[in-house]
């Protein structure tokens, strides 16, 4: 059973602006979807349509094989958790451990201090516990919000920009964070860079769905950047900029480590050249 | 009003500051409840007071429960100057009709009112206050709708907070007479679109609220117990405010009187 399935799914804004249009998606379960496409795509619309937050005007969607629709809403994002853009559009409560305590209070989950326990020891604000979280940095906020989506031990994580707004440091140390769960998520962002490091594989939207695949077939395909509006990542970039000078590149890098791996491999091709 | 004072003058408005003097008494260490039901007690009591003398000496309780709470006397100044120009209103017009004595005996009576709930407001971390509101029964949707007014409150003064940033920062300046008719333009505007902007800002509040759970009520997580200190604290405000009824209906004889 796919955790998350789409069909034919559209919305339309009150003004007739239409948002999203016949997007055909499934998310198997324990798998990671980046949902990539410029401002105004579409992106955080769609994650809240899975979340029950908007209806689709048209289409089918389904949470863990049942039917999204105003009545089921409620019960099914019990399954998900969101994390919005801007963290304080999320946290409530007045001290760290109390807001990640917030959602399985709600919910009348058991064991709550072991849940809180483990998501702010997953998170890194063990130490913040007792903080207020609006004197956070912004980072920690975004933890602080992360933290309190884990208490609530949701199968599906639906990420609105995870890594805007952070500064370098802290979007690694997000990043890293994030690849160590194991829960099924989507990721709407339009940071081709984060999106490789943690997606299994990405769609590209513009409204309309403009392609599938991995983020490396995506920014291999120039004609795909182009027509929904995205710009190349810088490695990708540069490896380009390399072919073009006579240093051929098997594929496109999007993260560090395939950047490496492509250098090496360039490296070793030119050492075999003019020693043969 | 602070708020908007504030923002009349180009103040910046930071919504942690309004619970920024909270932790410096040692009121907030202190159970919500024993805080809330003995200050309203005495608040209570003091409205009742009609004898000068006692209305005297609870004015005199109150400025001693707000010396003793450790909180800055400038805050609580600050605080009580906002409120000023009501007492002001009430006792002129009780002085008018009443003649001066009965006038000073409002603005006294007032005054200890109103400083007794600044001792306990500027003592007590807004959420604590609202929880201790839900754990004395008050029914749910009054604490929830306290709690969202709290918060949309909140989101009204950082929007408004970015907006002065940015009108500043396009040469704006602040600090201009209400009769500037560009002055008074330009702040409306601001006015409108920070409502319009905190409008969307309340929008994905409600759906985060949403996205954890959230039906009806904020359940606070961990219930503490009244320890021996609150209700120390608790009978010494109940003593006092009893006491100064006792007085005022000469139940007791006022020790002082000639």
Request: proline share 4%; net charge positive.
């Amino acid at each position: 059973m796919a955790a998350l399935d789409m069909r034919d799914l559209g919305f339309r804004y009150d003004d007739g602006t239409e948002a999203i249009k016949g997007l055909t998606l499934s998310v198997a379960q324990g798998e990671r979807v980046a949902v990539v496409g410029p401002n105004g795509a579409g992106k955080s619309t769609l994650l809240h349509l899975i979340a029950g937050f908007r209806m689709p005007f048209s289409g089918d969607l389904t949470v863990m094989g049942k039917r999204l629709d105003k009545n089921s809403a409620d019960g099914l994002r019990r399954h998900m958790g969101l994390l919005f853009q801007d963290p304080d559009d999320q946290i409530f409560m007045p001290t760290v451990e109390e807001d990640a305590a917030f959602g399985p209070v709600n919910l009348g989950l058991e064991d709550i201090p072991g849940r809180v326990a483990r998501a702010l020891r997953s998170t890194g604000t063990e130490h913040l516990a007792k903080r207020p979280p609006q004197r956070l940095s912004f980072g920690m906020r975004k933890r602080v919000a992360i933290a309190g989506i884990l208490a609530m031990d949701p199968g599906i994580l639906l990420l609105d920009e995870p890594t805007s707004g952070l500064d370098p440091r802290s979007r690694s140390q997000l990043i890293a964070l994030l690849k160590g769960m194991r829960q099924t998520m989507v990721i709407a962002t339009h940071d081709l860079e984060a999106a490789a490091e943690l997606a299994d594989r990405a769609v590209v939207l513009n409204v309309r769905p403009v392609a599938e695949g991995t983020i490396r077939q995506i920014v291999s395909d120039r004609a795909v950047l182009e027509g929904a509006g995205l710009e190349m990542p810088t490695l990708p970039k540069l490896l380009g900029r390399l072919e073009e000078m006579g240093y051929p590149v098997e594929s496109l890098p999007v993260t560090m480590e395939q950047a490496l791996a492509e250098i090496s491999r360039m490296v070793e091709r030119e050492a075999e050249r003019r020693s043969g | 009003m602070t708020m908007v004072l504030g923002h009349i003058k180009g103040q910046h408005f930071r919504a942690h500051h309004i619970d920024e003097h909270a932790r410096s008494s040692w009121l907030w260490r202190l159970d919500a409840r024993a805080k809330l039901v003995g200050v309203l007690a005495f608040v209570v009591a003091a409205a009742l007071m009609t004898r000068p003398e006692l209305v005297l000496a609870s004015l005199c309780l109150a400025l001693l429960m707000a010396a003793s709470s450790m909180i800055p006397a400038s805050h609580l100044a600050r605080a009580y100057l906002a409120a000023a120009p009501f007492i002001l209103i009430a006792s002129l017009s009780v002085g008018l009709y009443g003649g001066l004595g009965k006038g000073l005996a409002m603005a006294a009576r007032t005054s200890a009112c109103v400083i007794a709930l600044l001792v306990l407001a500027s003592g007590t971390e807004t959420f604590a206050l609202f929880a201790g509101l839900r754990r004395l029964r008050v029914p749910a949707l009054v604490t929830t709708l306290l709690m969202l007014t709290y918060k949309f409150i909140l989101l009204l003064g950082e929007e408004l907070s970015r907006m002065m940033v940015a009108r500043k920062a396009r040469g704006f300046r602040t600090g201009r007479s209400l009769a500037d008719r560009y002055g008074l333009k330009v702040l409306s505007y601001t006015a409108g679109m920070v409502l319009v902007r905190a409008s969307g800002r309340a929008d994905r509040t409600y759906e985060g609220l949403k996205s954890r759970g959230f039906e009806k009520d904020f359940t606070g997580w961990r219930s503490v117990g009244v320890r021996a200190v609150d209700w120390a604290f608790l009978a010494v405000l109940i003593a006092a405010s009893a006491s100064l009824v006792l007085f005022q209906l000469e139940v007791v004889a006022w020790p002082l009187s000639t």
